[in-house]
């Protein structure tokens, strides 16, 4: 009975946020990983990136399979968590598992996985494919496209497709991720969940243009956003001219001193409900 109650709570929340209901409710989502993905646990700024807009539980675990046995030391597999976790678990599900699992079994292990997601309440599953630098995980690939051919509720993500020009995102392996490419894994999640409306879209810093500034003349100038939830509050990602500083409320003041020139400065904007939205803008400093 609980489980049932948990579900309609879920379908409730998930179907409000995607029907473009005014609730700030952020979807729960769970994002099921193998080592490679474990790669954007490691680091926070792709943690930041594929959290933006959605309420994030990262479950990564080195050794993962999708069903059976995981290899040594033997994490839960992406079955056992979610029968663990079950209705916790949330609407949406990502699903980032394969790279240790067997290639012939993998189709009817998709299929198992998706089963018992559905039956604690899970809504949409999104499905990475695995980077093809092995000849198994290209029939492996084609298990998951042709599982997404026969349920509407699941999307493929194309890691594979996507990340193929880029040998610079990986360890030795061609597989394991370093920092670019955990960073280049979360924005392709984080895209996908916008696409398919599950994140909140972030608040966009629509100042274009900052006025020049004079060195040692007293500068103010505003920053302005729109979208999300106001109250905003911004910060400087990057380090401004000497002599100015960004006050958490949009405003530029000091009076520049030291260096003229153009400097282009990442501005990050936040909402009340932690959504992040970022904009480089120049600077112009004259003497």
């Avoid at 929340?13 to 209901?21: Q, R, S």
């Amino acid at each position: 009975m609980r489980s049932a109650i948990a579900a309609i709570v879920a379908a409730l929340a998930f179907g409000a946020l995607t029907a473009g209901a005014a609730t700030r409710s952020l979807v729960h989502v769970t994002l099921i990983g193998d080592s490679v993905a474990d790669g954007i646990a490691g680091d926070s700024y792709a943690i930041q990136t594929v959290s933006n807009g959605v309420d994030l539980d990262l479950e990564t675990a080195a050794c993962r399979r999708i069903d059976g046995t995981s290899c040594p030391p033997g994490p839960p597999t992406l079955v056992d968590l979610v029968h663990s976790l079950g209705s916790k678990i949330g609407p949406v599900v990502v699903v980032a598992v394969g790279y240790n699992d067997f290639e012939n079994e993998y189709a009817g292990e998709i299929q198992t996985a998706l089963a018992d997601l559905k039956a604690v309440g899970v809504q949409r599953v999104f499905w990475l494919t695995l980077r093809a630098s092995r000849h198994p995980y290209l029939s492996m690939n084609d298990d998951i496209e042709a599982a997404a051919q026969q349920d509407p509720e699941m999307t493929v993500i194309d890691w594979n497709v996507y990340s193929r020009s880029h040998p610079d995102w990986f360890q030795p392996d061609g597989i394991h991720l370093v920092a670019g490419g955990s960073e280049a894994m979360a924005t392709l999640i984080h895209n996908a969940l916008l696409a398919a409306h599950v994140a909140v879209p972030p608040p966009v810093i629509t100042t274009a243009r900052l006025p020049t500034a004079h060195e040692r003349k007293p500068y103010r100038a505003k920053l302005a956003a729109a979208g999300g939830d106001p109250p905003y509050r911004f910060s400087l990602l990057d380090r401004p001219p000497l002599g100015i500083h960004l006050l958490p409320g949009g405003v530029l003041t000091g009076a520049p001193r030291g260096n003229a020139g153009p400097f282009s400065l990442r501005f990050q904007v936040k909402d009340s409900d932690g959504v992040t939205g970022t904009r480089t803008v120049t600077l112009r400093v004259a003497k």
